[in-house]
């Protein structure tokens, strides 16, 4: 991954704990690392195929003093989260705030926060058995791809398929969707789960009926150990409604634990499979952004 650097940019802000620091401001300096592809404008010698740098420190500078923080560690993230949505060609940024007059009354050169903030590949298994099932999904997605934090980039055929565990219930519609992410996975795992309140889902029966159900199934390369959220989803490569959905927008992902791609782990188990194929149904998202919510 190539790299930008832009060194101790200096900005007068009002940013910290002491109220005479919001309302007198002092001197900042910024740094950034931003990580991106720039072999396109290095052959072409084309600006455009890249971040304009003396353009971005103006932005930065605006965005710095937009809003008043406590504390250089938000002020440090907002910036962050400020360059990878402004400038879809970064990748990562690693920003570093340094504050040179800080009020601690004692002799320094400066205090500093630095931190990396990157988008992440996260894939989203979804299905509904209540109401209008379609309906149900093209909400789900109009919901996540409503956070200013994430954008879905592909999104499945739908598939009807059979419940399982609580079988005594509406057959489902099931998909998957890939999405890009500002979010860490347990900050995602709580998003989907507002989205789902946010669409009447109510859990009263362990694999009931449900309006709409939202899960990691993948999330970059990791593997994760917290009880609260594991990944790769523990029983994907058991679920054809997970798999043949997941196959249609990324056949060739390496399950990270199996070492398996994801097509042959539909083809191994479509041979067995109860997943009616026979009715599948395109979905369409919109990109439009309706709320902001708060930061990840």
Known sequence: MDIIYIKDLEVYAYHGVNQAEKDLGQRFLISLKMFLDLSEAADKDDLSKTVNYSELCFEIEKEFKRKRYNLIEKSAQSLAYFILKKHEIVKGVKVKVKKPWAPIGKPLDWVAVEIDRWWHKAYIAVGSNMGNKEKNIQNAI??????????????????????????????????????????????????????????????????????????????????????????PHPRMQERLFVLKPLCDIAPYMVHPLLKTRIIDLTRELEKKGTLSSDSEVQVEFTTEKYSSPSEP
């Open 142 to 231: 109009h919901n996540i791809n409503c956070s200013p934090y994430n954008k879905v980039i592909k999104v499945s055929r739908l598939y009807n398929t059979k419940p399982v565990g609580y079988v005594e219930q509406e057959d489902f519609l099931n998909g998957a969707l890939e999405i890009k992410t500002l979010m860490a996975p347990k900050k995602l795992m709580e998003f989907l789960l507002d989205v789902e309140k946010t669409l009447k889902r109510e859990r009263t029966i362990r694999w009931g009926p449900r309006t709409i159900d939202l899960d990691i199934i993948l999330y970059d390369n990791i593997v994760t150990y917290e009880e609260e959220i594991v990944i």
